[in-house]
C-alpha cells in the first residue's frame, strides 16, 4: 500500500491523513478475513500500541465514509470491514459465520437484466447470501 496516494485521495476531500489513521487503514487493508473492530483495535495496536479504541472506531467510520473501506453487516450484530480491492460478493456459513468471497459472470449480468426490467440502470449493490453446507 502506498501511503502517498491515500494521502492525495484524503487532501482532495480536505481531509488530513495523520499516522493513526494510516495505521488503521494498514490494520484493515492487511488482514485476509473481514475484521470487526475489534480485531482491526488488535491489529493496529500491534502496528501502533498507543493508539486508542475510540480513535479507531472514529476512524473506520471515516474511512467507510469517505468509500476507502466497506463496511458489512452480515447479520451478527458487529459491522466488519474490509478494503475491496475488486468486485465480489460474499456468502456468509450461517453456523460457523465464515465469509467466502466470490464473483460470478453470470449474477453480473442478472443484476443489470433485474434492474432493467423494472425500468432502473443499477447503480450499485450490496449482496449477501446467507447459507450452510449441505
Not at 485476509?32 to 480485531?39: F, I, N, S, V
Not at 474511512?63 to 475491496?84: K, M, N, S, Y
Request: aromatic share 8%; no cysteine.
Amino acid at each position: 500500500m502506498n501511503r502517498k496516494i491515500f494521502e492525495t485521495l484524503f487532501a482532495a476531500k480536505g481531509i488530513k491523513m495523520t499516522d493513526q489513521r494510516w495505521v488503521v487503514l494498514q490494520a484493515v487493508a492487511q488482514s485476509k478475513d473481514h475484521p470487526d473492530a475489534e480485531q482491526v483495535s488488535i491489529r493496529a495496536k500491534e502496528l501502533d500500541p498507543t493508539i486508542g479504541i475510540a480513535t479507531i472506531y472514529r476512524t473506520l467510520s471515516l474511512l467507510a465514509d469517505l468509500d476507502i473501506v466497506q463496511q458489512h453487516d452480515f447479520g451478527e450484530g458487529r459491522a466488519r470491514f474490509e478494503v475491496q480491492n475488486d468486485h465480489h460478493h460474499h456468502l456468509i456459513d450461517q453456523e460457523t459465520g465464515d465469509v467466502i468471497e466470490f464473483r460470478d459472470p453470470d449474477l453480473e449480468v442478472l443484476k443489470h437484466k433485474i434492474a432493467e426490467k423494472y425500468g432502473y440502470e443499477l447503480l450499485d449493490h450490496k449482496l449477501y447470501l446467507i447459507g450452510k453446507k449441505k
